[in-house]
């Protein structure tokens, strides 16, 4: 089976972590997010000059158009970051159980096979 979430499940050490996967993931989501973050200064700024050049009923409509539309950039945004919080949150969680189990091992090694 090919590698899911960061994890390989066909390596020869059985389900392991692949810590590099879950890293570049947070940085490809880091990334998105700025991106996403210039687009809606772009955007702010883009309606800041249709309602300062235009007076028309039209402009209003327009306006309200992008008003719409940050709402919504805003939604995602916020669902965006959650899931790179939950995602960042997870790879601790998994490094933390990883350390724990190396611990556990090395403590019981001397009872499985006595030195």
């Known amino acids: 089976m090919s590698d899911v979430s960061g994890f390989n499940v066909n390596s020869a050490d059985g389900l392991s972590?692949?810590?590099?996967?879950?890293l570049q993931?947070?940085?490809?989501l880091d990334q998105h997010l700025r991106d996403m973050d210039?687009?809606?200064?772009?955007v702010r700024t883009i309606q800041g000059q249709v309602r300062?050049?235009?007076?028309?009923?039209?402009?209003?409509?327009?306006?309200?158009?992008?008003?719409?539309?940050?709402?919504a950039h805003n939604r995602?945004?916020?669902r965006t970051q959650f899931f790179r919080e939950g995602t960042s949150m997870a790879?601790?969680?998994l490094v933390d159980a990883e350390h724990?189990?190396?611990s556990?091992?090395?403590?019981?090694?001397n009872q499985i096979n006595p030195g």
Not at 54 to 71: C, K, N, V
Not at 104 to 109: D, E, L, P
């Open 38 to 42: 210039e687009a809606g200064r772009k």
């Open 76 to 78: 995602v945004m916020e």
């Open 104 to 109: 556990y091992a090395a403590g019981i090694t």
């Open 91 to 93: 790879n601790r969680l």
């Open 17 to 22: 972590n692949d810590e590099t996967a879950m």
């Open 52 to 71: 300062g050049a235009y007076q028309a009923a039209s402009s209003e409509t327009h306006a309200a158009g992008i008003d719409e539309w940050l709402r």
């Open 100 to 102: 724990e189990a190396n």
């Open 25 to 28: 993931t947070l940085k490809t």
